[in-house]
């Protein structure tokens, strides 16, 4: 499913190559509503902005239907409580202007001269981030219903395709959160990030967290328990992996504030559970496209039907 967020991406980078910046200028876009999608306005901006970026990709697509799409994508993902944070969206921007080896100056300049602007493609990249979360929430809420596989039955087709049990690490893992209201983020952040960074250099395993706590203000301690590999949530497992058990990850700017996760202990573990949990993971793996574009359908499909929409 990660697979999906930059596909948009390389097929831009490939619609850009030998193409003049200078030629695809385009004028500023004047707004006026077009679309209200359960009372969230869309505009003739954003309409366009859409547009430009479908050219850019040299990809067929409607710009006011993927508009309205995305509003709908990105208000479930709200009503289950994912939240992409802005450093998370300028992290992806940053790593795909890396990975198409521009500086992050040339990948602004590509997308303000083209006429998507570099908001709306970090709405953009919001939204698919978003969205893959709330696919794998379906997924696997799926998988856990009447319909899904038991993990006996996991373990039995994993035998019979020759494979042995599989196994995957399991961590147990601590959060450790330095609070910041949204009213003060702009006094606040920089302090508390450095308050973050602090402590976390003293992180020398779970047991004395809550001590190094103690004195500071708004710090919250949250033991997250036994997570297996498969679990770790998308915007974290990359910097978990990489960490040792005693150790604690980099610190994170999020929705509450300034973030980082523990790891108290890891350790491989091969049982019924993880089959299941590895075959279900299978289920919407790269491998698996055609199965994620069709729940992908199906989920946008009920919300459109249970939507309010109203075109100006």
Not at 13 to 30: D, E, I, K, R, Y
Not at 56 to 75: F, P
Not at 119 to 138: C, D, P, S, T, V
Request: hydrophobic fraction near 40%; proline fraction near 2%.
């Amino acid at each position: 499913m990660r697979k999906q967020l930059f596909s948009a991406g390389l097929a831009l980078l490939v619609a850009t190559a030998g193409v003049s910046l200078t030629a695809m200028s385009q004028p500023a876009f004047a707004s006026e509503i077009k679309y209200v999608v359960n009372n969230v306005a869309i505009t003739s901006g954003d309409i366009q902005h859409r547009a430009a970026f479908l050219r850019l990709q040299k990809r067929k697509g409607n710009a006011a239907d993927e508009m309205v799409e995305q509003t709908l994508r990105l208000a479930e993902a709200r009503r289950l409580g994912i939240r992409i944070s802005d450093q998370q969206v300028n992290d992806a921007y940053a790593r795909f202007a890396s990975n198409n080896k521009m500086k992050l100056a040339q990948l602004d300049g590509v997308m303000d001269k083209s006429g998507v602007t570099k908001q709306h493609f970090k709405e953009f990249i919001r939204a698919q981030m978003a969205w893959n979360q709330a696919l794998g929430m379906r997924y696997r809420s799926e998988q856990g219903g009447g319909g899904g596989m038991s993990e006996q039955d996991a373990v039995r087709k994993m035998l019979q395709k020759g494979g042995n049990k599989p196994s995957a690490t399991e961590y147990l893992l601590q959060q450790v959160i330095f609070v910041v209201p949204a009213a003060e983020r702009g006094a606040l952040m920089a302090k508390r990030k450095r308050e973050a960074e602090a402590m976390r250099a003293r992180f020398n395993g779970c047991n004395t967290t809550r001590e190094f706590a103690k004195g500071l203000i708004d710090v919250t301690v949250r033991d997250l328990g036994r997570v297996l590999a498969p679990q770790l949530p998308a915007d974290w497992a990359d910097q978990i992996k990489a960490t040792k058990a005693g150790g604690a990850t980099q610190v994170k700017e999020t929705d509450r504030g300034i973030e980082f996760i523990g790891i108290c202990s890891a350790r491989e573990v091969s049982d019924d559970k993880t089959a299941q949990l590895m075959l279900q993971n299978e289920g919407l793996d790269g491998k698996k496209d055609d199965a994620a574009d069709a729940l992908s359908k199906k989920y946008v499909s009920e919300l459109k039907a249970k939507a309010v929409i109203v075109q100006r």
